[in-house]
């Protein structure tokens, strides 16, 4: 006999009523915190210590996180940038007072020695030490009431950028003293003594400052410091520091009568109630005190700057010499961070647009003065390209020095942005340097006066390597503590766990969870509508641009949220990872500023193909980079699920290809034919006038090109309908003048032209026995 079982049947709505009713168990169970803390959160919190996946913070990463505070680069680990915020950040300009110290003294040292006769002497001239220290370069950013200029972070900047388009000796000889130095710690952390004592005689150049951090085994690994200062009472009752230390890559230190030191002070006997290690601490140290050595300098790559060694072999100083007194012995390394956490971003943007700008003047001017079959060479595409990269990356490279410089003499110190800016300006102007020289070909590699960009060429790598070299820079501290300083949730996670506050956790989880949740579904409506669904801040041509930016803002911090659960602190590790992340984070940064200085400069419709191959090119590589994350996650399952459902999604709502051929051309174009846009991007640099010198032999023969070019078209049309015959127009001069096609002064405006073209194409060229006899006469000392 068959038996059934019945089962009760269970209709559609008594099912929905199950679902709902479990959701909203559920859902009391999240929104009631006290169930859900001792529920759900108190495992969760236990789970993450056992298993470490947040990462593990040293007191070093500790403090340089907490230097500055984050910007607006902030909003992209949001999901959804509040471009009306961002767009209402400073976009400052050049004030009156400013332009005149630009117009005269810059510009007077700027025409005092070339780049050339620089590199060729090993330093620079002993006239023009003294006119720098005269008119107080040194002592740009120290207040007027000690005896300095007083400059804003803009005014340094602009300084620095006509200072870069002459020579990079002029950027590090005068930028070490404004920037990181014993000045600048002097302002913000010095005694009251120690600044009446030291900043007027600064600021004049009575005293030259260095600073000296790094050591054969210490770089960007402040804790390995080996330079050691020990505290001992002398037989006066007083305190004093006994200093040895062994120190590399310092500019300015073989000259230097002030040395900013960065030692690990120990004090065995507990004079100082600190402790035995004290910690990394900034002390003064005149130079003439017995035990210092500074007789020896570096080659770094050719450029004449004084880089130097210097040793200290038991230096004794009181403990007054400690830069900001006792209290604040153990403290260097906060005050070192917090010093560069604006300085990097104002410094190297600068130096680096102007020497973009430079390349961009020489290299137009180049392209339009230097012919092969019978055409000049900008108009070959081959040209063309590299030109547009020029034209780009300069036209950004300003946009981030401008903003940037706002942010800081606004009060912020985004140090994120900073760094952001230090690598990415350095990065740009090298690739900027290297289309300049292989557009000038030959001209390029040949040293002389008439060389304007060899020189810059071997000086890149400084750029590159020096406070924070770029490969740190970009995998370990732009997202690696980018992440941690800027997400909206990571960093008070890490606090809660570390103080073992689950209430706090158990706040801040949720909110990251609700976070993470709204930008799934915005991710995946932005993916249905190709970004259309978000709103942008303005109308018009840039409109799209802030709607993709959106998009890539949400995915960033999608990606940013998973994989910092999924890979917790061994991330840190992850390197070629944060590094992508570090990549999407810049250019969406440089994205920014683009769009921020259309704005501010009135929406100028003849920049537009410069706006638009900057952002084409910005979210280009923003794509690559989220495709590169989404390739090489390497986590079992986690990798193969997020490969099949993200990056097809990435890839198909793709951001931007790289700017079309016809943009590149348009963009080429403007730069060699439109002078009005040529004089706005490079505004601000150097340019001679006299004709004699390398850059005013380019300009006069560019200048004349151009106006000699409608009478080589009437040429042209005559010898179209058959009045001349079939020729260069450059060879049927005479006959055309003949002919009356051209009036003599037409005739002498070619000639002149052509004469000015082919000496602007010539290069240098030395005497077998004055080659030879070259020598150092550069021994003469500034002092």
Request: aromatic share 10%; charged share 20%; glycine share 8%.
């Amino acid at each position: 006999m068959n038996t059934f079982y019945y089962l009760p049947t269970l209709s559609a709505s008594m099912v929905w009523m199950m679902i709902l009713g479990g959701m909203a168990i559920a859902l009391i169970f999240l929104l009631i915190p006290y169930l859900r803390r001792n529920l759900i959160t108190r495992w969760i919190f236990l789970g993450i210590q056992k298993l470490k996946l947040l990462p593990q913070i040293s007191d070093t990463e500790k403090e340089a996180i907490e230097a500055g505070n984050a910007w607006v680069e902030k909003e992209f680990f949001t999901g959804k940038p509040d471009w009306k915020y961002i767009l209402k950040e400073p976009y400052p300009h050049v004030n009156p007072e400013i332009q005149d110290f630009l117009d005269n003294q810059v510009e007077k040292v700027c025409e005092m020695a070339t780049d050339w006769a620089i590199y060729q002497h090993k330093n620079l001239p002993l006239e023009l030490w003294k006119y720098l220290k005269h008119e107080k370069f040194f002592g740009m950013m120290i207040p007027k009431e000690y005896g300095g200029l007083g400059f804003s972070n803009l005014a340094y900047s602009a300084v620095m950028m006509k200072l870069a388009s002459r020579s990079f000796t002029h950027v590090a000889t005068v930028g070490v003293t404004n920037s990181l130095g014993p000045a600048k710690l002097l302002m913000h952390y010095g005694t009251p003594e120690q600044k009446s004592q030291y900043l007027p005689r600064l600021a004049i150049g009575e005293e030259i400052p260095c600073f000296a951090l790094t050591e054969p085994n210490a770089g960007s690994d402040a804790a390995s410091l080996l330079s050691k200062g020990e505290v001992f009472r002398g037989e006066d009752g007083k305190l004093y520091l006994k200093l040895n230390w062994k120190k590399r890559y310092i500019t300015l230190g073989a000259i230097a009568t002030l040395l900013g030191l960065a030692v690990r002070v120990y004090d065995p006997d507990h004079l100082l109630g600190k402790g035995e290690d004290v910690g990394i601490t900034c002390v003064l140290v005149p130079t003439n005190t017995e035990g210092v050595i500074i007789n020896q300098r570096h080659d770094p790559m050719g450029v004449p700057f004084y880089n130097s060694p210097t040793e200290g072999h038991d230096v004794i100083l009181p403990v007054e010499q400690i830069i900001g007194g006792v209290k604040n012995a153990g403290k260097g390394w906060q005050m070192l961070m917090q010093s560069l956490a604006a300085g990097r971003g104002v410094s190297f943007p600068a130096s680096c647009t102007g020497v973009a700008k430079l390349v961009t003047r020489v290299a137009s001017a180049h392209s339009v003065n230097r012919k092969q079959f019978g055409l000049s060479i900008g108009r070959f595409e081959g040209i063309e390209e590299p030109l547009a990269r020029i034209a780009g990356f300069t036209y950004m490279l300003d946009a981030l020095r401008l903003f940037t410089c706002g942010a800081v003499d606004n009060d912020k110190q985004p140090a994120v942005s900073a760094a952001i800016a230090k690598y990415i300006s350095t990065e740009l102007a090298r690739k900027v340097v290297i289309d300049g020289m292989d557009i000038l070909g030959g001209s390029g590699i040949c040293r002389g006066e008439r060389n304007l960009l060899a020189n810059v060429y071997t000086a890149m790598p400084i750029a590159i390597t020096v406070e924070g070299a770029n490969i740190l820079t970009r995998t370990l501290m732009i997202f690696g503590q980018g992440a941690i300083r800027c997400h909206p949730y990571i960093y008070d996670e890490i606090q809660a766990l570390n103080n073992q506050d689950l209430v706090g956790f158990d706040r801040t989880l949720s909110s990251h969870i609700s976070s993470f949740a709204v930008n799934k579904v915005r991710a995946l409506m932005l993916t249905i509508s190709s970004g259309t669904l978000t709103l942008s801040p303005v109308s018009g041509a840039t409109a799209q641009y802030y709607q993709k930016l959106t998009f890539a803002s949400t995915t960033f911090a999608l990606l940013s949220d998973f994989l910092l659960v999924a890979y917790g602190g061994k991330l840190k590790r992850k390197e070629k990872l944060t590094g992508r992340f570090a990549d999407a984070l810049t250019w969406m940064y440089l994205a920014t500023c683009t769009l921020r200085r259309y704005e501010a400069e009135g929406q100028p419709k003849a920049e537009l193909p410069l706006v638009h191959w900057s952002l084409q090119y910005a979210l280009y590589q923003i794509q690559m980079a989220f495709e590169g994350i989404l390739n090489n996650v390497d986590l079992p399952i986690f990798s193969s699920l997020l490969r099949s459902t993200s990056l097809p999604w990435v890839r198909w709502n793709k951001l931007s290809d790289l700017p079309s051929d016809r943009l590149g051309h348009e963009v080429a174009d403007l730069l060699q034919n439109n002078r009005f846009i040529r004089e706005r991007l490079t505004e601000g640099i150097y340019i001679p006038n006299a004709e004699n010198e390398a850059l005013g032999r380019l300009e006069k023969a560019f200048n004349l090109v151009h106006a000699s070019q409608p009478v080589l078209n009437k040429i042209k049309q005559a010898i179209a309908t058959g009045l001349l015959p079939q020729d260069k127009p450059e060879k049927l001069l005479d006959l055309a003048q003949m002919r009356d096609v051209i009036t003599q002064a037409e005739f002498d405006l070619v000639c002149d032209a052509e004469f000015a073209r082919n000496d602007a194409i010539q290069v240098d060229a030395f005497d077998l026995e004055e080659y030879q006899n070259t020598k150092d006469d550069a021994s003469t000392l500034i002092m």
